[in-house]
Each structure stands twice: as structure tokens, then as C-alpha cells.
């Protein structure tokens, strides 16, 4: 018994661990999308800088969503008694929607005029934010939450994975 606990507690930081790097090397690499501008002849360093709005814009959002779903990941993580081959699934498929976030981010960033650029991704931030959503009531229906946590909790947890996916699907017509 004291053997399964340990090893539950090990893939339960794992998880954890694996889940922090590839938030942080996500919000890092978002940081790329914004490169140094080349200069015209005769254009000025602040003109070349001023023209990259959009990038600057763009890393800022996705920095911000990112490190949101950073924070509902985290309070998910907190209220867990530990994790199971169902709910590290759901995490690995939730992982790879935060990170492949850089490469929307950066369509967004060159080409933000163009309505594919804003569904891309805004399309990617609902599938992550349900996905998280999802990773929440899969924890709860598999008694994996801490008794601490009521259904009335529950519910306020699934509130900023909902509003994203709302800001972000309303997006998409505008």
C-alpha cells in the first residue's frame, strides 16, 4: 500500500512538473513571435518598432491567457487527492493545445486583418479552455477531487474556463 501511495504521488509531480515547463516554454516562446524589425532605408528605429503593434498586442493577450490557464491548472492541481490514467490523458491533450498557443499567436501577430488568423486562434483558445473545463469534471466524476471541494466549488472552478470560451467564441464573427 505504502509503495502505490509513492508511486501516485511521483506521477501526481510528474504531472505537475511536465505541466510548468510546458507553460512556462509556451509563454516563452510567444515572446519570440516579436522580432527585432529590419530597417528601410531612411526608416527610423521608432517608426520600424511603432509598426509592430499587432505583435506586441498579440504577446500580451496570449501571455496573459496563457498564464490564466496557468492559474486554473494550478487550482485544479491544488484541490486533487491525485491523478489517474484518465486525467493525465485529458492534461497531455490540454498540454498540447497551451503548447502549440505560439503558432496562432504568432498568425495573429503578422496577420491579424485576416478573419482565418483570428479564427485560428480563437479556435484554439475554446478547444483549450473546454479542455480544461473538461479536465475538471473528469476529476470530479472520477473522485479524484479533495472532499474540500463542494459541487458549489466545482461549479466557480468551471467559470473562468467558461467565460474564455465565450470572449473567445464571440470573437470569431467580430
Do not use: C
Amino acid at each position: 500500500m505504502e509503495d502505490d501511495e509513492r508511486a501516485g504521488q511521483a506521477g501526481f509531480g510528474r504531472t505537475l512538473a511536465l505541466s510548468d515547463g510546458i507553460f512556462a516554454i509556451a509563454m516563452t516562446l510567444v515572446a519570440f513571435q516579436i522580432q527585432a524589425p529590419t530597417l528601410g532605408h531612411g526608416q527610423s528605429l521608432a517608426h520600424a518598432l511603432a509598426s509592430q503593434g499587432d505583435s506586441y498586442y498579440v504577446f500580451a493577450l496570449t501571455f496573459f491567457v496563457i498564464g490564466a490557464f496557468w492559474m486554473g491548472h494550478h487550482r485544479l492541481y491544488a484541490r486533487l487527492k491525485r491523478v489517474d490514467d484518465r486525467l493525465m490523458s485529458i492534461n497531455l491533450l490540454f498540454l498540447a493545445g497551451i503548447a502549440i498557443l505560439p503558432f496562432p499567436s504568432g498568425v495573429l501577430g503578422r496577420f491579424g486583418g485576416q478573419s482565418v488568423a483570428v479564427i485560428l486562434y480563437a479556435s484554439n483558445m475554446i478547444v483549450v479552455g473546454a479542455l480544461l473545463g473538461y479536465m475538471t469534471l473528469a476529476a470530479r466524476s472520477r473522485h479524484l477531487i479533495l472532499p474540500s471541494m463542494d459541487e458549489a466549488a466545482v461549479r466557480r472552478a468551471l467559470w473562468p474556463s467558461g467565460l474564455l470560451i465565450v470572449l473567445f467564441a464571440a470573437s470569431i464573427p467580430v
